[in-house]
């Protein structure tokens, strides 16, 4: 290669050559969930089997309560609308509208831990009692643990969006990463729901 | 999609120059894949070390060398060790990292420091695995890890192996997830996907298999883990559990790891053909149709590997079938390849003897594979040295014969030094005769019956059994020619210049070693990788 390039040259180069890209930070965490949606995948496949060839010792509880992972579903999905007006807000520049829907978004989804907590501590079987009660806890707690990180996501987005912070309508990313994610921990969860406690 | 502008994160002003950069958190993707190259180079000593345990205690059809116990850790080690630390991460981290961002005209991977966060994942792995055997007890269930052996075994051994999986896990899932953004997001502009190099198409083609499956073994592992640890009983039978579940979980991943295994090999295999035999690479097309249905193909054939598990009839036979579909493509891969080399310019260097070497084994592994993927003969030989002489063609005759060709054909450009040739061609022929000689005897031992992981075994069968420890020992000392090799030269090797084999694919059109950013103007438009003795080109003979 000759080391002298012409001036027009390296400008092309700068535009170009892949020196400067678009940011493919969404592109990568998009795959990323699609890793994590299959570690799931595996989990409900396994849970499935389970269910269908192994039987459980006679006088094991596997029913489950109703009410509460219903309100639970409707207050995660709702979450996911308050997550979409926070996203609406930021970008419209609206600081301060996007930060009380995104401290709403965070208010539910924490209250969804509380009630699963609640659910917890209110089943009558434990983690070790058979087989579905530790699928069941597995699967709901693998989900949690993404609930909470999603939930600390949240707050951590709402202090970076505070007045001088560094998201704001010219840097969208955090709060377009974390909104793909809570939308992706949602999602699980209606499937789960569906699975765990429908089917 | 917001368009920030990115610059390149690879010259930062903090990161250590000369060989330093080698031990640093470096996000420069040549280091990257040097370290990987280097990093799994090590590994594979180790595992090798392992290997020769395990031949020297097969020498007498007692346990004289090693307790049963140690041979039981000796064997799971070496196959952790040299499929998780040697082959993936130098197949895919080491020349997919060195090579990607050149082909497709891009200055570094997509995500820089999440490639040095992957790499990096890789030696505390190794070592917590390693460390195992000495702070009680190293694994003793095989790489399969399967429930309920896994259960009963030392269980500080199995949870280390466990963790050491998971976090390489982690890397590959990253790296996966870089090399997919990397090809389908970085191109240089003008540049069309069906004008790539093949190996892109199949580091593509890998990604794609390593971000559905490896997520699923991770999963399952952690199962595992509460198994052992909190007394769970996922997959105890003891418990009400199912360890088929726990086999059919693991096999969905680690039937993909083979091909997440050789399907970069057979992309490294396709650059360095055409180079050699100066003609195009034949079949462009079809080899990318092929590595895509690899791909889809290598996804539903898992439960081959458990035809002895209980499974039901309809499953054998769909198994059986799909399994027996995937030798279509692979079969299309290596007509092509033999079409490149029909009446080619063949320079009979070391690195297209590995090649060819390559092709040799592989086809006789492709062969006993399908044999293996019928259900009545599966079940004669399952668990029996057939297997083990069958899995050592694809990833030793295999993948490992095509990480030599690649060490050989591009140490030039990692150094700007050429290997020497005399020490590579004895090199390659002790590694050849060595490993036919080492594993080829094995397929005779498991259809006479010897099972695989036993230290002992029926006193019949240990002339064949010290055959095949001879090719293991050839094989050793094959190691040392090229590490004599590869270390002097560095510093004496003659100057390669920057495109000795005249290439003209884009990493041979920057100098050797290539600048920070990989070119000092603009990244050359390649639009055909392969044009061969087809256009006359300034640098073509």
Not at chain 1, 177 to 187: I, M, N, P
Not at chain 2, 252 to 261: C, L
Not at chain 2, 407 to 430: A, D, M, S, V
Request: proline share 7%.
């Amino acid at each position: 290669m000759s080391s002298t390039i012409p001036a027009s040259q390296q400008h092309a180069d700068l535009q170009h050559a892949g020196q400067y890209h678009a940011d493919h930070r969404l592109f990568g965490l998009a795959t990323f969930l699609v890793a994590d949606g299959m570690t799931f995948a595996g989990f409900f496949a396994a849970y499935l089997t389970f269910r269908a060839v192994n039987p459980l010792p006679a006088g094991a509880v596997y029913e489950l309560e109703l009410l509460l992972p219903t309100v639970n579903t409707v207050l995660l999905l709702l979450s996911s609308l308050t997550f979409h007006r926070a996203g609406t807000a930021l970008k419209q520049g609206d600081n301060a509208r996007c930060r009380r829907w995104l401290l709403l978004t965070a208010a539910l989804g924490f209250t969804f831990l509380a009630g699963q907590m609640k659910e917890y501590f209110s089943l009558p079987f434990g983690l070790t009692d058979n087989l579905f009660a530790s699928t069941f806890y597995a699967i709901t707690g693998f989900h949690g643990l993404h609930v909470t990180l999603g939930g600390l996501m949240i707050l951590i987005v709402w202090w970076q969006s505070r007045p001088g912070g560094r998201v704001s309508a010219s840097n969208l990313f955090p709060l377009e990463a974390t909104e793909l994610y809570w939308h992706f921990v949602d999602g699980i969860w209606v499937v789960l729901y569906g699975i765990l406690y429908l089917l | 999609m917001t368009l920030t502008l990115f610059p390149p994160q690879t010259t930062t002003p903090l990161q250590p120059r000369g060989w330093l950069r080698y031990l640093s958190f470096s996000t420069d993707h040549k280091v990257i894949g040097l370290q990987y190259l280097v990093c799994g180079f090590l590994f594979y000593l180790v595992g090798g070390a392992l290997a020769g345990a395990i031949r020297t205690e097969l020498l007498t059809p007692i346990s004289d060398f090693l307790p049963r116990d140690t041979y039981n850790e000796v064997l799971t080690l070496h196959g952790t060790v040299m499929i998780f630390l040697w082959i993936v991460p130098v197949v895919n981290g080491g020349f997919g990292n060195y090579l990607i961002p050149f082909y497709v005209g891009a200055r570094d991977m997509a995500f820089p420091r999440l490639n040095a966060v992957a790499f990096w994942l890789i030696p505390p792995a190794g070592l917590l695995l390693i460390s195992s055997y000495f702070i009680g007890s190293a694994p003793q269930s095989g790489w399969t890890a399967y429930p309920p052996l896994s259960l009963t075994t030392p269980a500080i051994g199995q949870v280390l192996w466990i963790l050491s999986v998971l976090l390489l896990g982690g890397s590959s899932i990253f790296g996966g997830i870089n090399f997919i953004a990397t090809i389908l997001k970085l191109r240089r502009p003008g540049l069309k996907l069906m004008q790539l190099p093949m190996y892109c198409w199949a580091m593509l083609g890998t990604s794609i298999l390593v971000v559905l499956s490896t997520p699923v073994l991770a999963g399952t592992l952690v199962l595992l883990s509460f198994d052992i640890i909190a007394h769970t009983g996922f997959f105890n039978p003891a418990l009400g559990g199912n360890a088929v579940v726990y086999q059919h979980l693991f096999w969905f991943y680690s039937h993909p790891a083979v091909y997440i295994m050789v399907l970069p090999a057979f992309g490294l295999v396709s650059e360095i053909l055409p180079i050699h035999a100066r003609k195009p690479l034949f079949g462009y097309t079809t080899m990318v149709y092929s590595i895509m249905g690899i791909v889809v193909l290598g996804l539903i054939v898992w439960a081959h590997h458990m035809f002895t598990s209980g499974t039901p009839p309809w499953m054998r036979l769909f198994f059986t079938i799909a399994t027996s579909f995937i030798a279509v493509p692979t079969g299309i891969k290596f007509f092509n390849w033999i079409a490149t080399l029909w009446g080619g310019k063949i320079a009979l260097n070391t690195a297209m003897l590995f090649c060819c070497g390559f092709i040799v084994n592989f086809v006789f592994g492709g062969i006993t594979g399908v044999a293996l993927a019928q259900v009545p003969f599966d079940i004669h030989v399952h668990d029996t040295y057939f297997v083990v002489g069958h899995f050592h063609y694809i990833v030793y005759g295999g993948t490992v014969f095509v990480i030599f060709a690649s060490i050989y054909h591009w140490y030039p450009k990692f150094t700007g030094r050429l290997l020497n040739e005399p020490l590579g061609q004895l090199h390659f022929w002790l590694t050849f005769v060595g490993f036919n000689l080492c594993f080829a005897p094995q397929h005779w031992l498991g259809l006479n019956g010897m099972p695989r992981r036993v230290a002992e075994y029926d006193p019949q069968f240990q002339l064949i059994n010290q055959i095949s420890s001879a090719g293991a020992l050839l094989m050793a000392i094959s190691t040392l020619p090229f590490l004599i090799n590869v270390l002097i030269s560095a510093f004496c090797g003659q100057q390669a210049g920057d495109n000795p084999w005249n290439g003209l694919t884009p990493e041979w059109l920057t100098s050797s070693p290539p600048p920070v950013e990989n070119w000092k103007g603009e990244a050359p438009l390649v639009t055909e990788p392969y044009g061969y003795g087809v256009h006359p080109h300034p640098s073509t003979p």
